[in-house]
């Protein structure tokens, strides 16, 4: 086979940083192109990921094995995920020894240098894999460790210079041991505590964190498990995120005292209670609008129940709000306010300019008549608005249903002329905090 023109120009190193990019299996397939690249893939830095490498799960035990005793390049990424090679019947001892497995590798040479590690185990034993991280710690920057048992003696030593990124999902870990590890990464900018349990508060002091998420929900209904989140100090901090959702959320408290840079928020509506100093949001309701938050721009709530007024409430208590995503339960199509306003009495409460929402996505749209007065209310009064995207349901798709969404929301008469009009018909909005989106959309105005 011959080499091509473009591929021969390149330097080596330039071609095993492309290879790198690749998953693994076609990165390894790159040496049957041309007598050139037969070496290239050997030497470049090792992205190994287990997930779909083989077809039958005996059979990765010795491939993975045999990758990390021939490969001489770095290690760049190694993703492992015990149960890609459990069987059905496995016994303890059998899963305690796939377990021992993947400590021998993570202590391989091949792994040396390594950026970028997701580790998932398969029981809450503890294992000598945080003896292994720590030698590979000096050179890591994304880390996530899964279904793994701390000891507050593993830990200790822990230490990340250059970790950008920390995700610790069904971890037992001790609230000192967890507070040590953030501590241990001061250059930590994005951590996610995902299921984890074992502690009852995390007390947040960074110089470099940009963002949290943190999802209760946890194994065991026994186990200790995270109620208070406090933001103590977090200068760069600009996402605040609370991931459960409200059909199985668990009872969180954070606090924000030191947070001057926090854009996006994400919170639900009947799990979590959220103090900004004095001032104090328990589920939806604001205990006061003498104190304002000015920095945030994004909001994500669920809402049990779709209701105008406690909007308009949070709009004055977060003054400068230009994106607002709503996530409704079943209730709030079910059930609820009218969201029918008395015109005047509204307008002598909030003038059009005050206002200052730019983008509305709304999921579960079913056309009822609570959440078309609510929508109604932004699409003749908004002035700022750009965008409105509502989420239906495949079976809603028609022209039929959308002609009359149309008359339904008024849009002929609404007040911002060069707002766009949505429906998707994605059945969730997913990652609707950060970035919509949309599957199939048509485009009504």
Not at 21 to 42: C, E, F, S, V, Y
Not at 257 to 274: D, G
Not at 279 to 287: E, H, K, P, R
């Amino acid at each position: 086979m011959e080499e091509a023109s473009t591929s021969s120009d390149l330097p080596d190193d330039l071609l095993g940083e492309i290879i790198t990019l690749l998953p693994t299996k076609d990165g390894a397939r790159t040496q049957i192109l041309a007598r050139r690249w037969r070496h290239l893939w050997g030497s470049s830095p090792l992205n190994l990921d287990c997930r779909g490498l083989v077809k039958r799960r005996i059979q990765l035990h010795d491939v993975v094995s045999r990758i990390l005793t021939s490969h001489l390049g770095p290690g760049r990424r190694f993703w492992v995920d015990i149960y890609d090679f459990v069987r059905v019947g496995n016994t303890l001892n059998e899963l305690l020894q796939m377990n021992a497995t993947v400590d021998q590798w993570l202590g391989s040479p091949a792994l040396r240098n390594l950026q970028e590690l997701v580790v998932s185990l398969s029981c809450h034993i503890v294992y000598p894999t945080a003896l292994y991280i720590s030698r590979l710690s000096t050179t890591l920057r994304v880390v996530t460790i899964a279904r793994c048992n701390f000891h507050d003696s593993t830990v200790q030593g822990l230490r990340f210079p250059q970790l950008k990124q920390l995700e610790l999902e069904s971890v037992r870990i001790s609230e000192c041991s967890l507070h040590r590890m953030i501590v241990g990464c001061p250059a930590l900018e994005c951590l996610l505590i995902n299921c984890s349990f074992g502690f009852r508060c995390i007390r947040i002091n960074s110089l470099s964190l940009r963002s949290i998420g943190a999802r209760v929900s946890c194994p065991g209904g026994n186990e200790l498990k995270l109620g208070e989140l406090v933001i103590e100090n977090a200068p760069c901090l600009k996402r605040l995120l609370h991931l459960d959702r409200n059909v199985d959320g668990d009872h969180l408290h954070i606090s924000v005292i030191s947070a001057p840079k926090l854009e996006t928020l994400r919170y639900l509506s009947n799990f979590t209670k959220i103090s900004f100093g004095s001032a104090v949001i328990q589920g939806l309701c604001v205990d006061s609008l003498a104190a304002v938050v000015r920095t945030v721009k994004i909001l994500a709530v669920d809402m049990h129940v779709l209701s105008l007024d406690t909007v308009i409430k949070l709009m004055g208590f977060f003054p400068c709000l230009d994106k607002l995503y709503i996530e409704c339960s079943f209730h709030s199509f079910q059930s609820g306010p009218t969201n029918v306003w008395r015109l005047l009495k509204k307008q002598n409460r909030i003038r059009y300019l005050d206002i200052p929402l730019k983008t509305i996505v709304l999921e579960q749209y079913r056309g009822t008549k609570s959440q078309v007065s609510f929508l109604t209310f932004f699409v003749l009064h908004a002035r700022l608005l750009e965008a409105m995207t509502l989420g239906i349901r495949i079976t809603d798709n028609s022209e039929e249903f959308l002609a009359e969404q149309r008359r339904k929301l008024q849009l002929e008469n609404r007040v911002s002329t060069d707002a766009r009009f949505y429906f998707t018909t994605d059945r969730y909005i997913r990652n609707y905090w950060t970035k919509f989106v949309q599957k199939t959309e048509i485009v009504l105005t």
